[in-house]
């Protein structure tokens, strides 16, 4: 276990990483994608010109025979959840780590969320769901959320995404912003994340190594499934094997991504190699485009 000022130091590190990126780049747009449940009444003033004239408050007016308006906030009361997916082979990275991305874009996450004075949930999964934290709102909550995220140690190296989704189906019941980090390389979890969409608004974080796109020519090497621990020794110069590696990875990758455009869910696409702020901006550009539409 490690000591608590080795703790301490580590979070404050990804705690200021990130909110130089929520400060940037993140908290502007998140706050015009998700929006609250609606708009409160929050007071009466002065008509000045450019105000809207359907907010006039013809009562106020009358009595005080000048044009006054009503004003009105955002009643936000959002749940946001982060769904972690910790199972072995999220461990794997060339350079990076797909769970170091993912733990600075869940943390990037949850500062916006916090900024935006935002209920923050967690749940960690591997086969099933091993931590469930349920949402709420400060400062201190956050950092104890990404404590859990950075120093959990999973029971199960396995992953079963269909499992794990069908039990937090249970869980969640209020609508929530539900925001899925993973490799997604388990298969058949249609159905929990289209139950999971009819209810929420879902978003999916996919993380993807460089070397899972391109095999590299690096001779005989053994290849290792990081869940099982099951070994094949490969010939990574053979071109024809090469080929097949990258034939398959694209097949998956494609039918992954068709299934969730035929649901209807947003996928952001996150490779280790490359900033993640990138892809996060673009997905909050497109989801404004298609709110103005």
């Known amino acids: 276990?490690?000591?608590?000022?080795?703790?301490?130091?580590?979070?404050?590190k990804l705690e200021i990483k990130t909110n130089m990126l929520v400060e940037g780049l993140i908290a502007g747009n998140y706050h015009s994608v998700f929006k609250g449940r609606g708009i409160e009444f929050s007071e009466v003033r002065e008509y000045v010109p450019g105000d809207d004239i359907r907010t006039i408050d013809w009562n106020v007016t009358a009595r005080f025979n000048s044009p006054f308006v009503k004003e009105f906030i955002e009643e936000r009361d959002l749940d946001v959840y982060i769904v972690f997916d910790l199972?072995?082979?999220n461990d794997f990275g060339y350079e990076r780590s797909k769970k170091e991305v993912g733990l600075e874009i869940a943390a990037s996450i949850m500062f916006a969320a916090l900024r935006n004075n935002d209920n923050v949930g967690l749940?960690?999964?591997?086969?099933?769901?091993?931590?469930?934290?349920?949402?709420?709102?400060?400062?201190?909550?956050?950092?104890r959320l990404l404590r859990e995220l950075v120093y959990y140690e999973p029971e199960s190296p396995g992953t079963d995404i269909n499992n794990s989704l069908i039990q937090l189906s249970k869980i969640v019941r209020k609508r929530s912003i539900?925001?899925?980090?993973?490799?997604f390389?388990?298969?058949?979890?249609?159905?929990?994340i289209k139950f999971l969409k009819n209810r929420h608004d879902v978003?999916?974080?996919?993380?993807?190594?460089?070397?899972?796109?391109?095999?590299?020519?690096?001779?005989?090497?053994?290849?290792?499934?990081?869940?099982?621990g099951e070994q094949i020794l490969v010939n990574t110069s053979d071109e024809s094997f090469?080929?097949?590696?990258?034939?398959?990875?694209?097949?998956?990758?494609?039918?992954?991504?068709?299934?969730?455009?035929?649901?209807?869910?947003?996928?952001?696409?996150?490779?280790?190699?490359e900033p993640f702020h990138i892809p996060l901006k673009r997905f909050f550009n497109l989801r404004k485009k298609r709110m103005v539409k």
């Not at 749940?123 to 950092?143: N, Q, S, V, Y």
């Not at 390389?185 to 929990?192: A, G, I, N, W």
């Open 1 to 12: 276990m490690p000591k608590v000022r080795e703790i301490l130091r580590r979070i404050k």
């Open 87 to 89: 199972s072995a082979s």
């Open 123 to 143: 749940c960690l999964f591997t086969d099933r769901i091993e931590r469930f934290i349920r949402p709420r709102k400060g400062k201190k909550f956050a950092l």
């Open 178 to 183: 539900i925001f899925i980090i993973s490799d």
């Open 185 to 192: 390389l388990s298969e058949d979890f249609e159905k929990p």
């Open 203 to 228: 978003i999916l974080i996919s993380l993807l190594d460089v070397n899972e796109e391109n095999m590299p020519d690096i001779g005989y090497v053994f290849l290792e499934d990081e869940e099982t």
């Open 242 to 273: 090469r080929k097949t590696y990258v034939k398959e990875m694209k097949r998956r990758e494609k039918k992954f991504l068709n299934n969730m455009k035929r649901l209807g869910v947003d996928v952001i696409r996150v490779r280790t190699d």
